[in-house]
């Protein structure tokens, strides 16, 4: 079992920055891929950035350029650095882990949830 905690967050102007965490807690095996998703209102939750234990990333293109993912494995952390806020970055953001082994990046192969933060952008 693996328990995700993020911290970070909140509301900030277009342009603007800010940095997620999130530390996770368990097998470390299942946890070879970290990453983070949103979820805007009324929208299906989608994958912004994700990494495995070896440095691969997957980057939506929506966000490419702008955040930064990264991981510390010896502590089992995952942050996300988001610069150039824009207002459709709008959305709850989750943590999420898996093993590895899987085809698709898509929300149903991913074993591990937190309990989401918002992060706001205003215009």
């Known amino acids: 079992q693996v328990h995700l905690v993020e911290s970070g967050g909140g509301l900030v102007q277009a342009g603007g920055s800010l940095r997620l965490s999130c530390a996770a807690s368990?097998?470390?095996?299942?946890?070879?891929?970290m990453g983070w998703f949103r979820q805007a209102p009324g929208k299906q939750r989608e994958l912004v950035v994700a990494?495995?234990?070896?440095?691969?990333?997957n980057y939506a293109d929506s966000v490419k350029g702008r955040f930064t993912i990264s991981r510390d494995y010896a502590k089992n952390t995952v942050n996300l650095r988001m610069n150039s806020l824009k207002p459709e970055d709008t959305a709850v953001y989750y943590c999420a882990a898996r093993s590895t082994g899987y085809t698709t990046f898509s929300p149903s192969s991913w074993s591990y949830w937190g309990q989401g933060t918002q992060v706001t952008v205003s215009s």
């Open positions: 990494m495995d234990s070896g440095g691969i990333t």
């Open positions: 368990g097998r470390s095996t299942s946890t070879d891929w």
